[in-house]
């Protein structure tokens, strides 16, 4: 009978086990796309903008298959802030760099000691990769014996980069397992791809364009690099790593800065003309059927279900795409916000956001939520479980909570800030927006410096639900209003985030910070 003992309590163990529930599958990591346009406007997708005169087919039907955002943001009115932000979960004005852009000459501005979204994914397990236009500096090799000069906007600024040397402080390391790009916007010299921290071609010559919509700045052009051709390498680069990632396990997350529609505008000779709204809507509708490629491509891998496509833009619309003459022909770019790209006005910093995500977000679903493209950052570690440290993405609210459509979220940001183009703040908590500036802080009138502002209040609060076009500053009929926001914005420059957490610094500069006077007023 002693050998029953064991043979019973086999079979009692089984049974146990045999009843116990199954432990449920760890949900699959999904990968993420992010497509950030330039130079943009709120007004250019017709989902946004239902009187808007270019088409944009594939766009809308990205919106119809997803979530579209009508009230989100960039941390900036212009390219390089609004590239940090996202990248870091941080607003750019806590960085070096307190008002206008790089150019592409210039040094890293990102710190490889700071955390990315990259970092972010990678430590989790991903496969990352940067494709398009960088715009946040990268150190390029200097030629034996000689020194840097000169800041970038000159010809004669880059005759000491020595192009055969690798360059540091790359996208590479701030977590890209791959990279490949170019250092500045399109009409910013120099004009050469690097690919993991090589130029890929040594420039041979100089170019320049000085036509209307077409212009780029003179400088080095490396012989494998034509401005017309850039904006489709991007997208068919970025297709062909979908396709060979998708047969991986692991996850992947492709960020595809577009140079475009930003200037010089170059749509490829098969779009010239069909718009009939100026070439930047033949661009426009050349980006948009690169998108419907990037969507093909997605479905055709069988990876839709689990892939997060986020579609934005990294400011308003450009004056350089020839907003009054657009405007004439009835396609307002920013819709019907006041401004434009480098504002304070809502047209500088309004954007489209569209997130699709079969398997987590309800198709032809809309938020109204106040966001921002900082946000990315804590919505990315949200969705694979990283715990942000009280020194990373200190301005980065997850947006996962939102992408549930049939969930009830009374309140997600506490406040957002903006800045424009000479480094002017403003900040919105609810319906209320208050500028810390007495006019656009960017190139609408009336701009800093301009007689016309001599005359104009110090600040201005806009109620956006009763006058979103920003006509009427009710800053005197409100002055409770503008000091709680204004000791709001206060706080959130002085503790170093605007998210709960521990206090932290804002990066040293040499000399005043002189658009933060009002902090010690």
């Known amino acids: 009978m002693k050998y029953c003992i064991p043979l019973l309590t086999s079979i009692l163990l089984l049974q146990i086990f045999s009843c116990s529930p199954k ?36 766009i809308d039907q990205l919106a119809k298959d997803g979530m579209k955002f009508t009230d989100a943001h960039t941390p900036a009115a212009v390219c390089t802030p ?3 932000g996202f990248l870091t979960g941080r607003y750019n004005w806590r960085s070096k760099l307190k008002s206008g852009v790089l150019t592409g000459k210039s040094n890293a501005l990102i710190p490889d000691d700071r955390t990315t979204i990259a970092d972010v994914l990678k430590n989790k397990g991903y496969e990352t990769a940067f494709i398009g236009k960088w715009h946040l500096g990268w150190n390029w090799g200097i030629k034996d014996g000689q020194e840097s000069q000169g800041e970038g906007w000159n010809p004669q600024d880059f005759d000491h980069i020595d192009f055969s040397k690798a360059i540091t402080h790359s996208p590479n390391d701030l977590g890209f397992d791959y990279a490949y790009g170019h250092s500045g916007s399109l009409d910013m010299a120099p004009y050469v791809y690097v690919e993991n921290g090589m130029a890929t071609a040594i420039p041979e010559k100089v170019t320049v364009d000085k036509g209307k919509y077409s212009w780029w700045r003179e400088g080095p052009t490396a012989p494998d690099f034509d401005h017309e051709e850039v904006t489709p390498n991007f997208f068919e680069r970025s297709i062909q790593y979908i396709e060979e990632n998708a047969k991986d396990e692991k996850p992947f997350f492709l960020y595809l800065a577009l140079p475009s529609p930003h200037t010089p505008i170059l749509p490829t000779e098969e779009w010239q003309g069909k718009s009939g709204v100026l070439p930047f809507g033949d661009f426009m509708m050349m980006i948009d059927d690169y998108v419907g490629k990037v969507t093909e491509a997605i479905n055709k ?12 833009s990294d400011n308003g619309g450009s004056p350089a795409a020839g907003l009054e003459e657009l405007a004439a022909l009835g396609h307002l770019s920013n819709y019907i916000f006041r401004g434009h790209k ?21 198709k032809g679903t809309a938020s109204d939520h106040t966001i921002c493209l900082t946000d990315l950052m804590a919505t990315s570690a949200e969705i694979v479980g990283y715990e942000l440290q009280d020194h990373e993405g200190e301005d ?54 301009d007689p016309a502002e001599a005359e104009l209040p110090d600040v201005q609060l806009y109620n956006l639900a009763s006058d979103p076009g920003e006509k009427i500053n009710l800053q005197e009929e409100n002055p409770e209003k503008v ?10 420059i002085k503790e170093g985030r605007s998210t709960p957490g521990v206090p932290q610094q804002n990066d040293p500069i040499e000399g005043e910070w002189k658009q933060i006077g009002f902090v010690e007023e």
């Open 342 to 362: 480098a504002d304070l006005y809502e047209g500088g910093h309004r954007v489209p956001f569209i997130a699709k995500w079969p398997e987590k977000i309800e």
């Open 82 to 84: 609004t590239r940090y």
């Open 301 to 312: 891998a069988g990876i839709e279900e689990n892939t997060l496509v986020i579609f934005t």
């Open 396 to 449: 980065s609210y997850s947006l996962l909570g939102l992408f549930n459509a049939a969930k009830q979220v009374d309140q997600f940001r506490e406040a957002t800030v903006h800045h424009s183009i000479d480094g002017s703040f403003a900040i919105r908590q609810g319906d209320w927006k208050l500028l810390m500036a007495k006019g656009s802080g960017g190139w609408s009138f009336p701009k800093p410096g």
């Open 483 to 492: 000091a709680s926001l204004k000791n709001l914005l206060i706080k959130y």
């Open 23 to 58: 432990q449920p599958e760890q949900e699959k990591l999904p990968n993420i796309i992010v497509i950030l346009a330039d130079d943009l406007g709120y007004g250019d997708i017709g989902a946004f903008n239902p009187e808007s005169k270019i088409p944009t087919p594939y």
